[in-house]
């Protein structure tokens, strides 16, 4: 179970306290970051670009209130970084690469994290090509072992791009129009707010694209008791144009949903063909709001309801293999479900 209702089970006692230090402000970061010359650096690269050869533990990041106009990579070599901002709308990492200007999608990213460990609280990221721009990443995570708090991303198609590894978000903002929740990671999303937002002209909007390619890999998307809901634009048309949970991406796509609210405005349909119907996993379990009926979704083989015994292999513990790695933290290392 989660401690306190707050951190993941799999955070070490050392972490957690970091994590509490960031929450009363008495904590000393290896690197503070800022735009008026308050910090050590003036750029989150630079900071980065610090990192000391061999580092043992954390390296801590401090990113001061801003919008940080750039393209960030933490790479292999930098793992356990633990990068926090001001909030999610006061330290915002921004950038607008994307397709139709030339840039594949993992390049259009405006923020990766690559190396094993990374954690993050407290800041937004965000890609502002808007519908235009086509693919447009604002968050490209291939970190193991990494976790997001309190955090928002924000873009249009393909805004959150968890490409591989375990990954686990709590308490943030995800907003977007075409795929914008997609990759091929293991990933738990919980306890976080979904927004579809407007799409462009004669696009529909599918909230997540799973890219699993071989029937036995271990990887999926979980939404676990999260809100799914209209932006204020797109509410008073959020009938006319649709919306649906997702579309596999890849012939083995897997996605669940769990005791989550889905809006008045998901497809009864719930999800969009892209090629896979046959071979694609959706699962729902425990969900609520008037998009949680599943009488009216597709009748592909593998979407379905499924039971509580089904849904507790998909909770983060086991899920992320939590046995592998967590067995050092001290703590239960199965987030439970709600009921």
């Given amino acids: 179970m989660d401690q306190g209702g707050k951190y993941p089970s799999w955070f070490s006692a050392s972490d957690r306290k970091l994590l509490a230090k960031v929450d009363n402000g008495n904590i000393q970061p290896n690197a503070t970051v800022a735009k008026d010359g308050s910090g050590q650096f003036s750029t989150i690269a630079a ?22 106009d750039g393209y960030i990579t933490v790479d292999k070599h930098q793992v356990n970084v633990f ?4 909030g999610s709308r006061k330290t915002l990492v921004t950038g607008h690469k994307n397709n139709r200007a030339g840039y594949s999608t993992w390049q259009s990213a405006t923020f990766s994290a690559i190396g094993t460990g990374f954690l993050c609280k407290k800041t937004g990221f965000q890609n502002t090509a808007g519908y235009e721009g086509g693919q447009a990443v604002g968050l490209c995570v291939q970190s193991d072992m990494s976790a997001f708090f309190s955090c928002r991303m924000d873009g249009y198609q393909d805004t959150l791009y968890v490409q591989v590894h375990r990954q686990f978000y709590r308490n943030c903002v995800i907003s977007g129009t075409v795929d914008f929740i997609f990759g091929d990671s293991s990933t738990v999303i919980q306890n976080s707010l979904i927004i579809a937002c407007k799409p462009g002209p004669g696009q529909a909007n599918t909230i997540t694209a799973h890219g699993r390619d071989v029937r036995f890999e271990t990887s999926g998307l979980v939404i676990h008791n999260c809100r799914i809901v209209p932006e204020k634009k797109l ?56 998009g949680a009926r599943t009488d009216g979704r597709v009748k592909w083989k593998n979407v379905r309801v499924i039971s509580r015994k089904e849904a507790l292999a998909f909770t983060a513990g086991p899920f992320l293999s939590g046995d592998l790695w967590l067995n050092a933290t001290g703590f239960p290392f199965l987030l439970g479900l709600r009921h």
């Fill in 83 to 86: 990068m926090y901002g001001d």
């Fill in 235 to 290: 509410f008073p048309e959020r009938f006319a144009i649709k919306t649906y949970l997702g579309r596999p991406w890849r012939p083995y796509a897997q996605t669940v949903f769990m005791e989550s609210t889905l809006g008045d405005f998901i497809q009864p349909a719930g999800y969009q063909s892209w090629g896979h119907d046959d071979t694609c996993n959706y699962f729902e379990y425990g969900n609520c709001g008037l």
């Fill in 47 to 68: 900071a980065l670009a610090a990192y000391p050869k061999g580092n043992q533990g954390r390296y801590v990041i401090y990113v001061k209130a801003g919008v940080y």
